[in-house]
């Protein structure tokens, strides 16, 4: 056999041995896209004095969890803020110190869990995530009797959060590190694959979580939380939901911030005078 034979033969089992490990890739990233993106989280939390809610969404069990801020807790609260968290956490983790942090605005917090994070029932599943979301909020609009509702919510939440403000009535939105999970998933993380692998995993995000064409149909005040040094989610995709957003913006850029970076004090206190404007401004967004 001559080398070149042996060349040709070489290159063909490579070429064969590639396309049966590709393949066997893209089986598995379909089957596991649901659990790589929105994996289960069942750890054993402290709530604090928060209260454990449920309800049920096409048959299954929904939780999120309630808290009020400092200034609600001896009076009924004047508004409603419907609280998502980020990938792989808990409403139950935060609600306490998402509460804390709205002080002298007298406010209902209500943070829910993803399917198969917490109590919500599995399994993970990006499918149910915008239904699930739109179920809490429709509870909470039947409970504030009038009351504006706002949002809050932080990297993968902004997702679930502009999926409801696109189809909600909602007073204003506090947003975090906004996230296009889909030009993220194809820009960020499809070259080292050629895309063979990131394709199928965007593929599957339902259409109800694509942030750039909610945000385009979201009408409310939003404030946007910026990191200058966001290592998960490069501001440039920030840019990219702030861009699209129809309604008016607040920008809080914190430059040098990485992604999970707590506030600084000038940012806090720019975010605290953004809060009293959407605060006065609420008649837009009271519940329907």
């Known amino acids: 056999m001559t080398g070149k034979s042996r060349s040709f033969r070489f290159v063909l089992r490579f070429i064969l041995l590639l396309s049966i490990l590709i393949a066997?890739?893209?089986?598995y990233v379909g089957c596991a896209a649901d659990s790589i993106i929105l994996p289960a989280n069942?750890?054993?939390?402290?709530?604090?004095?928060?209260?454990?809610?449920?309800?049920k969404v096409y048959g299954r069990t929904v939780e999120y969890w309630i808290a009020r801020s400092p200034s609600a807790r001896d009076r009924q609260p004047d508004a409603f803020v419907l609280f998502f968290v980020g990938k792989g956490d808990r409403a139950d983790r935060w609600i306490n110190a998402v509460a804390n942090a709205?002080?002298?605005?007298?406010?209902e917090l209500w943070g829910m869990n993803y399917p198969g994070s917490g109590g919500s029932q599995g399994p993970p599943s990006m499918d149910r995530v915008g239904a699930d979301a739109l179920a809490v909020y429709d509870a909470m609009s039947r409970a504030v009797e009038g009351r504006p509702i706002f949002?809050?919510?932080g990297s993968f939440g902004t997702t679930a959060a502009l999926s409801v403000a696109a189809r909600r009535n909602v007073a204003g939105l506090i947003l975090q590190n906004p996230l296009p999970l889909r030009q993220l998933i194809m820009g960020q993380y499809g070259w080292w694959n050629l895309w063979l692998l990131a394709g199928p995993v965007?593929?599957?995000l339902p259409s109800d979580l694509d942030?750039?064409?909610?945000?385009r149909h979201a009408k409310a005040p939003a404030i946007f939380l910026l990191a200058g040094a966001d290592e998960v989610i490069p501001p440039r995709y920030h840019r990219m939901v702030v861009d699209a957003y129809a309604g008016r913006k607040y920008l809080i850029n914190i430059s040098g911030a990485h992604h999970n970076d707590p506030l600084t004090r000038e940012a806090a206190e720019e975010l605290h005078k953004d809060l009293d404007k959407l605060w006065?401004?609420?008649?837009t967004g009271r519940a329907r």
């Open 24 to 27: 066997s890739s893209l089986i």
């Open 42 to 55: 069942h750890e054993s939390i402290n709530p604090g004095g928060a209260r454990r809610e449920q309800l």
């Open 102 to 107: 709205w002080d002298d605005k007298p406010v």
């Open 151 to 153: 949002i809050q919510a």
């Open 202 to 204: 965007a593929l599957r």
């Open 211 to 215: 942030s750039l064409a909610n945000a």
């Open 280 to 283: 006065r401004e609420p008649a």
